[in-house]
């Protein structure tokens, strides 16, 4: 059976009315969820989250209007992923910026709804020649989602080799807010972080953190939730995570003028808040190890 064949798709792993599969732009093919508590849609290149809007909800991840959907391209904006580096590892930088999860035909091995009426998803990144040529490791990644009045995604990394490897990664989430102007991030307080926009200077944080200017952060010993506070949508994003202990905040500001895959102004839009193992977070998996990191999305109304 084909990954990507819609009728074996469909009945294989669809659910009439709440699990649908179909062919979406670019060709790629996307599963559509709609269930009594939320809709969202993944495409199956990457895994990729593209939306997330619980019901009497505004979307809370955000697509950039202007995504290029194509195969083995990136797609800007929902929660591409990071793996098995975040950013370019040194001396490699003829490999792809975050590594090739984000762009890799991942298999779809299991589906299922929950007691509580969530829609779960379990997909596989399956080993090819090329991605093997990229990296020369035995190791094997899975990604579930749980599509529900929460969001919740866990990537798990196993080490089927007889050598330690050393992973870095993220889910790098673009959350949807009204104006990043009026935006306030709670829940990194006094952490330190390197600036990124400044060299990679080692700064620490005072205070609520909000943006007004390009800014590519990477906050360290981060295990604290996070909180978006956004009040032009009335709304907090509540960001747990485990597995994880460093937090990338990142948006472009006016440099989105320059790339072709974000408006002029959609920076205003938009926000990353990516859970990550990054940095000094790296993660050392021994043989016959696995590791795990994880999110959990939910809103809070303002009262």
């Known amino acids: ?124 990144m399956p080993e090819t020649e090329e991605l093997q040529e990229q990296w020369p490791h035995d190791t094997s990644l899975e990604m579930s989602v749980v599509v529900g009045e929460h969001l919740e995604m866990c990537l798990k990394t196993r080490n089927q080799g007889d050598a330690p490897v050393v992973i870095g990664k993220a889910l790098h989430t673009y959350f949807e807010v009204s104006d990043i102007r009026r935006v306030s991030i709670h829940g990194l307080e006094n952490c330190y972080y390197l600036d990124k926009v400044d060299g990679g200077s080692v700064k620490r944080q005072s205070g609520k953190m909000t943006i007004a200017e390009e800014t590519d952060r990477i906050y360290l010993d981060a295990t604290a939730d996070c909180l978006i506070e956004d009040p032009g949508l009335g709304r907090c994003l509540r960001i747990s995570k485990w597995g994880s202990r460093s937090t990338v905040v990142w948006n472009p500001w006016d440099k989105s003028g320059a790339m072709e895959d974000i408006g002029d102004r959609d920076y205003l839009r938009m926000v990353c808040v990516e859970a990550a193992n990054a940095a000094d977070d790296r993660v050392t998996i021994g043989p016959g190890g696995e590791h795990d990191m994880g999110v959990r999305y939910s809103v809070e109304r303002f009262a």
């Not at 939306?51 to 955000?62: D, G, L």
Request: charge should be neutral.
């Open 1 to 124: 059976m084909s990954k990507y064949d819609l009728s074996c798709l469909n009945d294989r792993f669809g659910c009439k009315g709440e699990l649908v599969f179909r062919r979406g732009r670019g060709g790629l093919t996307l599963a559509d969820i709609s269930n009594e508590h939320a809709k969202a849609t993944i495409s199956l290149q990457g895994a990729q989250v593209l939306q997330w809007t619980p019901h009497e909800e505004k979307p809370v991840i955000w697509l950039s209007p202007c995504a290029e959907f194509a195969p083995n391209k990136t797609i800007r904006g929902g929660v591409p992923i990071c793996w098995p580096w975040f950013g370019c590892p040194e001396g490699c930088e003829h490999l792809p910026n975050h590594g090739f999860a984000r762009t890799a035909p991942w298999e779809l091995i299991e589906t299922g709804i929950t007691d509580n009426g969530d829609t779960r998803l379990v997909f596989r």
